[in-house]
């Protein structure tokens, strides 16, 4: 497995600004990550792609543009009538190339595709779901097919892993770097496999490892603390929404001189006296 690097979203956000400040044009990595979630997934039959606003919604323009590029005639759904600048630009070329348009204010918008794309929400998500979100999500989650969430499942938090509604994907591919929402809280029940979608982002800083889920067994030895996210929640006094999990799993692991492992069903975070790790069995 080539995936290294876990990161935060503000991270992942200023990592992202560096690499264009750099030079590399922010439509040049929307094209990337498109093309990174073409490639991370067998696409087939009708697709569905449904797009917000910002670069979430601009990802799925651009996919819409190499999925016709390659034989499909994707049905692209907005939700809003906002776009980001680069967002624009691969809307106006998928409806010059062919891609058709429907309206999702229709009863089961959805049905009949095979793979429906989620593109509706990116990992600066924060709060509360409006009610037109909710239910496009609703519809998503209900329509039978195949669902990809590109970068992150709409409605999760991409730091917390927390989520009052989201979709449930069965594959999330995340872009540039995994983020460490994808690990926590209700995170493993929303995601079905997970996948990594490098891009050339030049990583601003390193903040954490990822780890193979079946060597977990290894962290757990040798006298480590180990306990899950519930009892790590009641110990330290704090909630899901707080975020610092793996802060705390860093400091406990420092101040004991020995591994301190914290687990959900599906996944864990490992603080190992020098590095955070995270590992989870959806990782394909």
Not at 42 to 58: L, Q, R
Not at 157 to 175: P, R, Y
Request: aromatic fraction near 10%; glycine fraction near 10%; hydrophobic fraction near 40%.
């Amino acid at each position: 497995m080539n995936i290294e690097q876990v990161v935060s979203v503000e991270n992942m956000r200023r990592s992202d600004k560096m690499t264009i400040d750099s030079g590399v044009p922010s439509a040049e990595l929307m094209r990337r990550a498109a093309q990174g979630i073409f490639d991370a997934a067998a696409f087939t039959g009708k697709v569905a792609v449904v797009c917000g606003a910002g670069n979430n919604g601009g990802d799925g323009y651009a996919l819409a543009c190499i999925l016709y590029e390659h034989g499909f005639t994707p049905v692209i759904f907005r939700v809003t009538d906002r776009f980001s600048p680069d967002g624009l630009y691969y809307y106006k070329k998928a409806l010059s190339l062919g891609a058709e348009e429907r309206s999702a204010c229709v009863p089961s918008p959805f049905v009949g595709f095979d793979i429906v794309v989620d593109c509706l929400l990116g990992t600066g998500f924060r709060g509360a779901l409006d009610e037109k979100l909710c239910r496009v999500i609703e519809e998503i989650n209900t329509c039978g097919a195949f669902v990809i969430s590109a970068d992150i499942n709409s409605g999760l938090n991409g730091d917390t892993g927390t989520a009052d509604f989201a979709v449930v994907s069965d594959l999330t591919v995340s872009v540039g770097y995994l983020k460490t929402g994808m690990f926590l809280n209700d995170a493993p029940s929303l995601i079905g496999k997970l996948r990594n979608a490098e891009i050339g982002i030049q990583l601003e800083r390193e903040e954490y490892k990822l780890a193979d889920y079946s060597m977990l067994y290894m962290f757990e030895g040798y006298n480590s603390l180990s306990m899950t996210l519930a009892e790590f929640y009641e110990r330290f006094g704090c909630k899901p929404e707080d975020g610092g999990v793996a802060e705390q799993a860093a400091r406990l692991s420092a101040e004991l001189g020995k591994t301190v492992v914290i687990k959900t069903n599906r996944s864990a975070v490992i603080g190992d006296i020098k590095y955070v790790y995270f590992c989870a069995d959806y990782i394909v």
